[in-house]
């Protein structure tokens, strides 16, 4: 069974950084895409940022400059890191591994930006 285990939320005043985690218990980490997706109040769900299994990545053009996504795989875990937070970015952040069709998410952790 998929377990994907987020950390790091918070809350944070604006211009201020915060790095969440994402812990993954599968065997098959290293072949899987992962990306961070938000949830703000009201909003529905987008893509921030997205890593294939070989680092190549991609992020939302509204956290671009800001946030970094990287994952060690020896560590079966995926991060974001957010600088230069703004109360916009506020929302429930979610981990999803994709591992050839099937997506699997975690529970998701609150950030909170303050202005």
């Known amino acids: 069974q998929v377990q994907l285990v987020e950390s790091g939320g918070g809350l944070v005043q604006a211009g201020g950084s915060l790095r969440l985690s994402c812990a993954a218990s599968?065997?098959?980490?290293?072949?899987?895409?992962m990306s961070w997706y938000r949830q703000a109040p009201g909003k529905q769900r987008e893509l921030v940022a997205i890593?294939?299994?070989?680092?190549?990545?991609n992020v939302a053009d509204s956290v671009k400059g800001r946030f970094t996504i990287s994952r060690d795989n020896a560590k079966n875990s995926v991060y974001l890191q957010m600088n230069s937070l703004k109360p916009e970015d506020t929302g429930v952040y979610y981990c999803?591994?994709?591992?050839?069709?099937?997506?699997?998410w975690g529970q998701g952790t609150q950030v909170t930006v303050s202005s």
């Open positions: 890593i294939t299994g070989g680092g190549t990545t």
């Open positions: 999803s591994l994709r591992y050839i069709s099937d997506d699997y």
């Open positions: 599968v065997r098959f980490f290293r072949l899987s895409i």
